[in-house]
């Protein structure tokens, strides 16, 4: 297996990490970094793991009273695919920021618009009170927290990488899937609380207060954020690039040019990147978002059940997250992500066989054995490799845009797709197959992506 030897440079920045992590500052600066980056992470995947799971449950009936339950859900999980399409916009301008003006400047910046449209959600009047007004105003807010999402997941992974020790460089960056994880627990809990609820009152209000609560972590990340430092990594590259700037304003303005078209030319890893993403993205998404809404509105089963399922797992994400980053420090990215790949494929088809038993005993260790491969493990492993890809040039904006495409792809269509095939066919296996073939997309693309286990931050070129 082919990794990248440490250099001088690269044991240099190591020492310098071991160093800067010794000193009171140091740690401070590090602790506070990585608890913002954990609650910012959590507040984008709470939000979407709220989504999906009121989607799959609620807003069916709040927003779209008039449709059948399989048209229902279409229309709910049409809205929730918009949020995907702002996430590649959201990723080119906030990546742009955050590669020219700090990683920091952008961290404040996404939290505080996910945090304000999250809120609004919660309180969107009903379709009965305004009419086709209540599934516009849910669509604009979901376009909203798009735009902040597509930067913060990977604003969150550059900034844990590029401040992580080399050697430990995979279990400190998938703290940012902790993050995620954090979000679909909390998520998961308010709702088994919530669902307690009368349907009467679930329906009028009940749903509206996850929506509403999440304003208390945008609050706390934002508070954290504002006190940041930026990564040693981007102060390095800032201090270069203005030293270079001068010199080439001395030599020849042509240099710069050449320079800024280095994004557009230099596209192996972003293809990588995406097709990565893919493997992960779409069977995440399938996993923790459509397969609910298949259990509880078309299998009929108690809500109660994928929601256990989504805690259960959720608790076990705290062991699964930091054993596969550590597995990726100790055997390399990309064998532990094509295992990952492969155990989705073989997957597919026995879930959905299993999900039609009907039965909560073994609906329940099916979601969370889904939950466990697509949603937690393999993206521990992602964090890190996709942040090492990538040279530190344009390394924020090709890695989110690279992820937003890739998800645009596969997670932000996936419940859309899926709820599309059952309703033409009336049967799970073609949405099994679908599972299995974007699960296939990431199990080939490793056989492209370089093994890049203790590449140098520092390097202005992409791994390929």
Known sequence: MTTFPLSADVQNEQHAAQERLSTQAGRRDFWRATLSCWLGTTMEYADFALYGLAAGI??????????????????????YSVGFIARPIG??????IGDHHGRKTVMVATIALMG???TLIGLIPSFAQIGVWAPVCLVALRFAQGLGAGAELSGGTVMLGEYAPVKRRGLVSSIIALGSNSGTLLASLVWLVV????????????????????????AAALLIRRHIRETPVFERQKAQLQAEREEALKRDRETQRGDSRGFWRRTKAF??????????????????????????????????????????ASVLGFAIIPLSGWLSDRFGRRIVYRWFCLLLILYAFPAFMLLDSREPWIIIPTIVTGMGLASLGIFGVQAAWGVELFGVTN????????????????GGTAPLVASALLSLTGHWWPIAAYFALMAGIGFVTTFFAPETRGRDLNLPEDAI
């Open 271 to 312: 293809w990588v990147m995406v097709g990565l993403r893919i493997g992960e993205n779409g069977p995440s998404y399938l996993a923790q978002g459509f397969i609910i809404g298949y259990v509880a509105k078309v299998l009929m089963v108690d809500k109660s059940v994928p929601t256990v399922a989504v805690f259960i």
């Open 91 to 96: 990723a080119l301008f906030f990546g742009w």
């Open 395 to 410: 390394r924020y904006t090709k890695m989110a845009f690279a992820k937003e495409l890739g998800s645009i792809l596969s």
């Open 116 to 118: 304000l449209s999250t």
């Open 195 to 218: 669902l307690q609820m009368d349907k009467e009152s679930l329906m009028s209000w009940g749903w509206r207060i996850p929506f509403l609560g999440s304003m208390l972590i945008a």
């Open 58 to 79: 609620i807003f069916g009936d709040v927003f779209f009273p008039n449709s059948t339950p399989v048209m229902a859900l279409l229309s709910s999980f049409a809205a």
